[in-house]
C-alpha cells in the first residue's frame, strides 16, 4: 500500500493502520487489513454509452499492473462488480439485452 501511494506522490499510511480509503489517480482503493488476511477493493467509474453491446471496463484495469503483480500472498478470490443506474439506462429490459444476454449463466437483480 505504502508503495502504491508513493508512486502517486499521495501520504504514507500511518505503521497502525488497519484501513484506508483514497483516491489513487484514475480510481479509488479500499484497502482493509484482517488478522487474517487483507481486502483490497478498487473502483472505477464506468462508461456505459455501449453498455448494450460490451461489459464496462473492471475496474482492475486501471490499476497499475505492475504493482499489483508484486502484492505478497495468494489471490483467495476476486470479482468484478457493476452497480449500475438503472432508471436512467432504461430499467431491466437494457440489463437482459446487455450483460445477462451475453451471460445467461450469472445472476442480476432487476
Known amino acids: 500500500m ?3 501511494l508513493r508512486d502517486h506522490h499521495l501520504p504514507q499510511p500511518d505503521l497502525e493502520s488497519t484501513h484506508i480509503r483514497m483516491e489513487v489517480g ?5 484497502w482493509e487489513l484482517h488478522t487474517e488476511f487483507v481486502s483490497w477493493t478498487f473502483m472505477h467509474p464506468a ?14 484495469t486501471v ?5 499489483l503483480a ?5 489471490c483467495l478470490t476476486a470479482l468484478h462488480l457493476w452497480a449500475l443506474p438503472m432508471r436512467s439506462l432504461g430499467a431491466p429490459a ?3 439485452r446487455g450483460v445477462a444476454g451475453r451471460h445467461p449463466d450469472r445472476l ?3
Open 70 to 74: 508484486g502484492l505478497p500472498g495468494l
Open 63 to 67: 490499476v497499475p499492473q505492475d504493482w
Open 2 to 4: 505504502a508503495a502504491l
Open 108 to 110: 442480476f437483480g432487476g
Open 26 to 30: 484514475p480510481f479509488r482503493i479500499r
Open 94 to 96: 437494457l440489463l437482459k
Open 47 to 60: 462508461l456505459l454509452d455501449d453498455f448494450d453491446k460490451r461489459e464496462p471496463e473492471p475496474a482492475i
